[in-house]
């Protein structure tokens, strides 16, 4: 579906993209990690034919975004991360005025539209003006607006970002009935968790490269292990608290897979190498010794703990 | 691909956001109050000249000579304005990229620009029929000074456009854009003024020294097709007088039977060349637009 080939794009001197080389099939949702400056944004743009390329090849469906940007048009729907609405324009014009860009006639984007918009969660709105809607709205807007021509790829940049965590759920929600129909979509953030619950494969790139790159699980898999784990419990029972920290320290070493524990203000603090279940076992084996374990939460996957762990650092 | 006729996009969009906003009708009535002012001015002077004798109507057809001119100046003040934030306002707003996703070429962007500001152009000048109509009416032009009037405003929001869609392209500010195309127009005008003044002044200096009376003209008035002023010069002399600009161009001096079959089709030929002109700074224009820039994080 879409293939990057030795793409390198240079900003004057500053080489923002260096030999990138990506594979992305068909129904595939494809979620672009990396931090900012990375080269997500460049690499999107020269996909859609918006940039050009200083060297390399971009095949959309076999057609050459580079040397074809005008067919790449017609297969791509574009998303930018910074994108604005027109004043006086309402939702269901917005759309008309789009389909009419691509050549359509008013019915047929009334028609598309009207299912779109629907998709997107956004039918109510129809006779709403455009710039009155929140943002989280406009984001799920702009989305039908790159779905009108029916595009063979969707080019999401950043969609989720500042959106307030229920619109990022909605957008989440509309993302994934997308990936239901079979498009094939490319989303960026720079939030892994975020992107690994809906994507069904993900790349890291860095610095113009792509460090890393295959299906969620085998990547997630890579760097599962290695979140702290915070916890708080109750120790009233002591005469000091320096008794129940000591008591509980020389506790939860004795358990499988703790490497250090740390006291933070009011927190325990576990350097903890086990998956998932290890950590539940964890809990479990607490509890059994009759402590009271009030909180007790594993650090979320994020992705400079996933970077410096691909890239062979380790995270303190 | 079916090949049809279709309304530019953008000029359909632009035109209907327009419509909503009030800024337009405020435009279009302050304008007409201003023709309209003219208008009385010039009556009430011209009932004081005409005193006991009674009231001349002849002279109101100078009416069309002074609302003519008005409304060229506005339109030339008034086009840079409606196009200065047409592509910039575009990017400012972050709604350009969107619009270059789609297959609609940036010629057909800059094309859809200079439409919509057209569309203003045309309302205004039918707006102002009534209060054009005086002179027509109590001066006895003919209507077709009125059509002819009204083509060459077309022509000149059509060559201002073209200019303003230009430097909205180049410039990121708005104001900065009207100041521009202004600046441009002005440039252009002195120019060819510089240049025709003088290549005359060579001429002449030529005359004197070869003790002959009259100079040859030759092609150096040519220049002056580039005033995207000039057909409308030569159109109100026209109009107003059984004289042309060619009758003008003949009493500097000799002049060759080839040169004057073209100062005769002055008006013809100019507005081709300013037309051609104006395609040139829509291509500009174009090309400015089909440049990206990635939007960079605060
Ligand atoms: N127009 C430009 N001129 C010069 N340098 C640029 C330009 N656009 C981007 N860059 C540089 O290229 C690099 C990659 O930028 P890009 O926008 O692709 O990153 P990104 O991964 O999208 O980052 P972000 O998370 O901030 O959106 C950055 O270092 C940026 O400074
Ligand atoms: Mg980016």
Known sequence: ?316 | MKKKFRINPIMKKDMMVGARSIKMSFAIMGINAFLTLIVLFVMATNSMVGGMSGYDYSSLSYLFLALGCVECGLLSLIVPIITSGSISGERERQTLDIMLTTPVSPFSIALGKLGSAMMVVMMYMITSIPVMAIAFVLGGMSWWALLGLFGMLLYLGVYVGSVGVFCSSVVKKSVMATILTIVIGVAIITITFVILTVGLGVKSYEATLNNANNITVGATPMIMMLNPYSPLVDFFIRTMSSYSLYDLIKETGTLSAGYSKIYQAWIPISLVLNLLVSFGFLKLAARNIAVTRNKRRK
């Open chain 1, 1 to 316: 579906m879409l293939e990057i080939q030795n793409l390198t794009k240079r900003y004057g001197k500053f080489l923002a993209l260096d030999n990138l080389n990506l594979h992305i099939d068909k129904g595939e949702i494809f979620g672009f990690v990396g931090p900012n400056g990375a080269g997500k944004t460049t690499t999107m743009r020269i996909t859609c034919g918006l940039l050009k390329a200083t060297s390399g090849t971009v095949l959309v469906d076999g057609v050459n975004a580079i040397t074809n940007p005008e067919d790449i048009k017609r297969k791509v729907g574009y998303v930018p991360d910074f994108f604005g609405v027109y004043d006086n324009l309402k939702v269901m014009e917005y759309m008309e005025f789009y389909g009419s860009m691509y050549g359509m006639s008013k019915e047929d984007v009334d028609e598309i539209a009207e299912g779109l918009l629907e998709l997107v969660n956004l039918s109510d709105k129809k006779d709403v003006f455009v710039d009155t809607l929140s943002r989280g709205m406009k984001q799920r807007l702009c989305v039908a607006r790159a779905l009108i021509h029916n595009p063979d790829l969707l080019v999401l940049d950043e969609p989720n970002s500042g959106l307030d965590p229920r619109a990022r759920f909605e957008m989440k929600e509309v993302l994934k009935n997308l990936g239901a129909m079979g498009k094939t979509i490319i989303i960026s953030s720079h939030i892994l968790p975020e992107l690994s619950e809906m994507c069904t494969s993900i790349g890291i790139m860095e610095k113009g490269h792509l460090i890393a790159s295959g299906k969620v699980d085998e990547i997630m898999q890579k760097s599962k292990g290695s979140q702290p784990i915070h916890m708080r419990a109750i120790m009233d029972g002591y005469d000091t608290e320096e008794d129940g920290r000591e008591f509980l320290s020389t506790l939860l070493r004795e358990q499988p897979n703790v490497e250090k524990v740390t006291y933070t203000e009011d927190e325990v603090l576990i350097a903890f190498n086990g998956n998932d279940a290890e950590a539940a076992n964890l809990l479990k084996g607490l509890v059994e010794r009759n402590v009271l374990v009030s909180n007790f939460y594993r650090e979320k996957e994020d992705l400079e703990s996933l970077f410096l762990e691909i890239t062979g650092g380790a995270k303190e």
